[in-house]
């Protein structure tokens, strides 16, 4: 019983002394503004803070990538709208196709459609490039389809075919090549 009654002083003390002291716990690092720093006297402690270099760091890097982005971008905003101003729309001269990005009012969008997107006649051939592939694959799974339908129905299965040939018709066939490329010769064209 000695030790318990010596626990609970202890742990009563405890709470009387952290009851003066307020604590701050984040990320499970305590800290505590009731220990000062003192003179060369007595204990010397110093209080436990994380790190703010990762915070500082991301500042830095965002303000200097603010710095390299917006405002070169601002200026050239500023100059395409003030020097250079939206395009007006003036007659086609005859016999004159106008690019597709010249359809574009403002510089900066006609510069992104000119160098930057594809051309959407081109884009509009490569899809239906695609949906032509798409229809000959559908048709070619539908061919499959039967073929394996038909096999079922004939008790059929897939394998070489061919027929027999006897070797008579393989020499008359060569033996009548034969005097054709003799009558005619080396230098026969077309």
């Known amino acids: 019983m000695v030790s318990w009654s010596a626990l609970g002083r202890s742990f009563g003390i405890n709470l009387v002394k952290n009851s003066l002291k307020s604590p701050n716990k984040i990320q499970n690092v305590t800290f505590t503004t009731a220990k000062t720093l003192k003179g060369s006297h007595g204990e010397r402690t ?3 803070q994380p790190s703010r270099w990762q915070w500082h760091k991301f500042k ?12 070169p971008a601002g200026a050239l905003i500023f100059y395409c709208n003030v020097f250079i101003g939206p395009a007006q729309l003036t007659p086609i001269p005859e016999g004159y196709t106008p690019k597709y990005w010249e359809y574009h009012r403002h510089p900066i969008t006609r510069f992104i459609a000119r160098y930057i ?8 051939e490569k899809f239906m490039h695609f949906l032509d592939e798409e229809q000959q694959r559908i048709k070619l799974r539908a ?3 039967e073929i394996i339908k038909k096999m079922a ?7 070489y075919y061919y027929k027999p040939m006897v070797n008579k018709y393989l020499r008359m066939n060569k033996r009548t ?8 010769g080396d230098d026969y064209k077309d």
């Open 46 to 48: 110093m209080a436990l």
């Open 60 to 71: 830095d890097m965002l303000h200097f990538y603010m710095m390299v982005g917006l405002i």
């Open 117 to 124: 997107h594809n051309n959407p006649q081109q884009d509009y």
């Open 143 to 145: 061919l499959e389809k």
């Open 153 to 159: 129905e004939r008790q059929d299965y897939q394998a």
């Open 177 to 184: 090549g034969d005097e054709l490329y003799n009558r005619i």
